[in-house]
């Protein structure tokens, strides 16, 4: 039982490039999510999903995209990269229901030039 | 903006003295988190509080639910050199989809 894995660990991009950051559970988790965490915000949640084929924005969602094909993988796109998006990518998942409790993968380390 | 909010801001307490932190929230919830962040690390979950529930424990950690004040406080006792590390707050909305928001964090330094 691997939990959630997230790839790339680190990626340096140039200013308009896409990429697409990889996530994937193995607990049969219903609700999945991305967060950006950045110095002195915290985390903000960027995009969610309640299930496969269902997704909705968060609270800063500008610049990327998510879509949801199945249970295990939600994947996040980043369509043309820019500075601002350089942070720490965090995906999370947890069970249907409002008493889960999140897990975490362990974080991917992006850099935009 | 982000749902919650933790106080202070960061924390610096010597080994074995406790360690409280603080998080208010602006909207109904349904339960309330509390999040541990070593540096460098996702994020691994502590303890959840219903919304109808005042106080729980869980080892060296009390946490309290006051919901008429949107707030929530986080006691660490007996603080150990290794709980040195981010605390967060999230808090998963009453109304529509079950969105997990998160506050700034409180930044805790044990010194041994």
């Known amino acids: 039982n691997a939990g959630v894995t997230q790839t790339p660990k680190f990626q340096v991009l140039k200013t308009g490039q896409s990429m697409t950051l990889q996530c994937a559970q193995d607990m049969n988790h219903e609700y999945m999510s991305w967060y950006r965490q950045d110095p002195g915000m915290g985390l903000r949640l960027i995009h969610y999903s309640v299930g496969a084929g269902i997704t909705d924005q968060g609270e800063v969602p500008n610049g990327y995209n998510v879509s949801r094909s199945t249970t295990e993988d939600f994947p996040l796109r980043l369509l043309s990269a820019a500075p601002s998006q350089t942070s720490v990518y965090f995906c999370?998942?947890?069970?249907?229901?409002?008493?889960?409790?999140?897990?975490f993968g362990p974080g991917t380390r992006l850099l935009v030039l | 903006s982000q749902q919650g909010e933790e106080d202070p801001q960061a924390l610096s307490i010597q080994e074995g003295e406790n360690a409280t932190m603080n998080c208010s929230y602006k909207?109904?919830?349904?339960?309330l988190q509390w999040y541990r962040q070593n540096s460098g690390r996702g994020l691994v979950h502590l303890i959840l509080i219903r919304s109808n529930e005042r106080e729980k424990h869980s080892g060296r950690l009390r946490v309290t639910l006051d919901t008429s004040k949107k707030s929530s406080s986080l006691l660490i006792t007996a603080s150990r050199a290794a709980d040195t590390a981010s605390y967060f707050c999230?808090?998963?909305?009453?109304?529509?989809?079950?969105?997990?928001?998160f506050g700034i964090g409180t930044k805790l330094q044990v010194i041994p």
């Open positions: 909207t109904s919830i349904n339960n």
């Open positions: 999230a808090t998963d909305g009453s109304g529509g989809y079950q969105k997990v928001t």
């Open positions: 999370a998942s947890k069970i249907r229901g409002r008493q889960g409790t999140q897990y």
